[in-house]
């Protein structure tokens, strides 16, 4: 109780002396932020002699030289027409183109059966003119064994046809890859018959490539 009568209580007790902690803390706070600044001596400069080293190791690139323009290009001259007089001996003497000759050329020669196939050209190509009886053939030579076994194959042939479209000779192009297939379709072939092939309007002999499969129905 003070001088007047009033008794204080405890936080009016606190706040009066919480004034002179106060006071006595911020004090206590400098002092020690100067001695740890003039003790420690935390912060220190680096050295960049290192670095310094590493800058100068770094090798520019050579300088960049860039071409001159190129020059302009010169327009061509205008042509001028010569007054020059022409001698006619330097001309070119007038030609007379020769008669052509009316009619068909004359007709090439007809190939032989013996020589090898060779490419005879033709306007019209042979057609095949028998085909169920070549199909009736080509059943009855089907090797029963192959055809039992359902071993099929497919041969290609070259055929010599004749200026009346008759078969006169015949040899493998390409094989089926089985021999007995092979000799089947080698019978096979005599029962064909062609129209003929025409070549500027004239009947002519040929080759011609012709296929025979041997299928299981």
């Known amino acids: 109780m003070g001088d007047t009568g009033i008794r204080l209580t405890a936080n009016d007790r606190f706040k009066r002396a919480s004034t002179n902690f106060t006071r006595i803390g ?5 002092f020690l932020h100067l001695g740890l600044f003039v003790l420690v001596q935390p912060f220190e400069a680096a050295d960049m002699g290192s670095v310094t080293n590493e800058i100068e190791s770094i090798r520019l690139p050579p300088e960049v030289r860039i071409p001159p323009p190129p020059e302009t290009i ?3 001259a205008m042509p ?5 007089d022409i001698s006619p ?16 050329p004359p007709r090439p020669r007809a190939p032989d059966p013996s020589e090898p196939p060779i490419l005879i050209p033709y306007d019209t190509p042979p057609v095949l003119l028998n085909v169920g009886e070549v199909l009736q053939v080509l059943e009855r030579e089907y090797p029963r ?11 290609q042939l070259w055929i ?3 200026e009346e479209g008759r078969v006169e000779k015949s040899e493998i192009r390409t094989s089926s890859g ?20 025409m ?19």
């Open 26 to 30: 911020l004090l206590v706070a400098v």
């Open 74 to 76: 010169a327009r061509p």
């Open 80 to 84: 001028r027409v010569s007054t020059v």
């Open 89 to 104: 001996d330097i001309t070119i003497a007038p030609t007379t183109p020769d008669r052509v000759p009316r009619g068909l």
């Open 145 to 155: 064994a192959l055809k039992d076994a359902g071993i099929e194959g497919r041969v």
């Open 160 to 162: 010599y046809l004749s």
């Open 178 to 197: 089985n021999p007995l297939l092979d000799e089947a379709a080698g019978r096979v072939v005599p029962a064909m018959r062609f129209s003929p092939a």
């Open 199 to 217: 070549n500027r309007d004239r009947v002519t002999a040929v080759w011609v490539s012709q296929w025979v499969t041997f299928r299981v129905n």
